[in-house]
């Protein structure tokens, strides 16, 4: 296909969840796995050096065009509703999950030393955490676990995409910033 | 923040000013410019105790969490004074009690740091949305599937029932007579073709009535395990298995 960039170019601007290779590869039906990849390649190439709005990133397994960072102002402009913020504690309890899923609320709760309920709760309801399973423990407690939509807001890959705890800042060098 | 109408005066949580002990701790540790793995732990443990009691003394609750943390540090000053007893070699510092979990709060605090430093979603990067999700379910691979959660039927619910007419919407006791036999007709569909779209249970000239009573009917098949309810990844449609 000679159009395939073009054509990759209009599922990627059709698509309003991130696109897997798979999917694009089953939506061509003939094009092979290495051609795809090479024009995704091509494109994030071309959408960076030509000084685009937009950027192709690879996301939660799938590849998306999102607008870039520095006009975040223009687009929430134009949207005018203004997104909920994530509270200091909830990141804090997300950071937990997403590091030591799968994970009870004992021990998120343990590492926190407070009450954890109603930010999970928070969590669950904006889908960036789900239940796993329950383990087989008095009182059936649940398993927590990050979602898809973890990845989609925090423009990872997957959940290798996240630095390492020993990659963090080395201890007692710097402070983690001030919830106050 | 409470505040009842019969006190003239403010009550403060401990817990607004700090997300739990372990960040006035943390905070201690930080003011006095201590090494984590080394805490003077009698000094320590007299500030936090001295800040319980300021904070007592402006009216502040300090929840019972904030009280085992200085029962901890003063069990942890009480050990470090007794003499070790014989050469026990594996016998720890008892300091560490608290040090490790304190240093895996500062870790995490370093974690939350770097997540909240990403370029978020909707936030600092945007996507095109509004997704129509009339589209019928793909044809041929049936593509990745999810387990679905609660939140995502209720959602999917929610849309249903705002799109029908509210002249319909006249009694919301259900009838547990039309719930079994509308479980029994959707045990028929998933017979016959196995499986079935959330959206095709619901007919567009359904009332609320028959949407509440499909719904609660889903829910008592999912509980025992007749139906599996999977969402498609991409598409987001929600597809009804024969359990």
């Known amino acids: 296909m000679d159009n395939l960039k073009a054509i990759v170019e209009s599922l990627l601007f059709a698509s309003d969840t ?16 290495k051609a795809i990849s090479e024009v995704l390649t091509n494109l994030a190439k071309e959408y960076e050096s030509g000084k685009r709005g937009f950027f192709l990133t690879e996301v939660a397994g799938g590849f998306q065009l999102r607008t870039r960072p520095e006009y975040r102002q223009w687009i929430r402009r134009l949207r005018e509703t203004r997104p909920t913020r994530l509270s200091r504690p909830a990141m804090e309890t997300l950071a937990i999950i997403a590091y030591k899923q799968p994970v009870l609320r004992s021990d998120i709760e343990y590492l926190r030393g407070v009450d954890c309920g109603g930010t999970l709760r928070t969590l669950l309801e904006r889908r960036l955490i789900r239940v796993l ?43 983690p910033n001030d919830s106050k | ?23 006035l701790l943390l905070h201690l540790v930080k003011k006095n410019e201590v090494d984590i793995y080394d805490i003077p732990i009698a000094l320590i443990t007299q500030q ?15 929840a019972g969490e904030f009280l085992v943390m200085a029962a901890t540090l003063t069990h942890i000053k009480s050990r470090m004074l007794l003499p070790t007893q014989g050469e026990e070699v594996d016998d720890e510092d008892p300091r560490m009690e608290i040090v490790r979990p304190l240093a895996e709060f500062l ?8 997540l909240m430093e990403r370029d978020r979603l909707d936030w600092d990067v945007f996507v095109r949305r509004d997704f129509d999700e009339t589209e019928p379910w793909p044809e041929g691979a049936p593509g990745d599937l999810i387990q679905v959660g609660i939140f995502e039927l209720i959602d999917a619910f929610q849309k249903i029932i705002n799109r029908t007419h509210p002249a319909y919407f ?17 045990t028929d569909i998933l017979e016959e073709r196995g499986s079935v779209t959330f959206q095709e249970l619901f007919e567009a000239k359904a009332t ?15 509980k025992f395990q007749l139906i599996r309810i999977m969402q498609h990844l991409e598409s987001g449609i929600i597809r009804i298995f024969n359990g």
């Open chain 1, 18 to 33: 991130p696109l897997t290779t798979h999917k694009i590869k089953s939506v061509l039906e003939t094009a092979d796995r």
């Open chain 1, 133 to 175: 399973g329950r383990k087989d423990l008095p009182g059936r407690p649940m398993i927590y676990g990050t979602t898809k939509q973890f990845l989609e807001l925090f423009d990872l890959k997957d959940l290798t995409g996240l630095p390492t705890l020993k990659d963090l800042k080395d201890l007692g060098e710097t402070w």
């Open chain 2, 1 to 23: 923040m409470e505040q009842t109408q019969d006190q003239t005066h403010y009550e403060v949580h401990l817990g607004d000013l700090f997300d739990g002990p372990m960040d």
């Open chain 2, 48 to 62: 936090y105790i001295e800040y319980l009691e300021w904070m007592k003394s402006l009216n502040i609750d300090v």
């Open chain 2, 107 to 114: 870790q995490l605090k370093y974690a939350a740091d770097d």
């Open chain 2, 170 to 186: 006249l009694d919301l006791t259900p009838d547990t007579i039309s719930v079994k036999s509308r479980i029994s007709q959707i």
């Open chain 2, 208 to 222: 609320r009535r028959d949407i509440i009573v499909t719904f609660l009917a889903i829910l008592e098949m999912a």
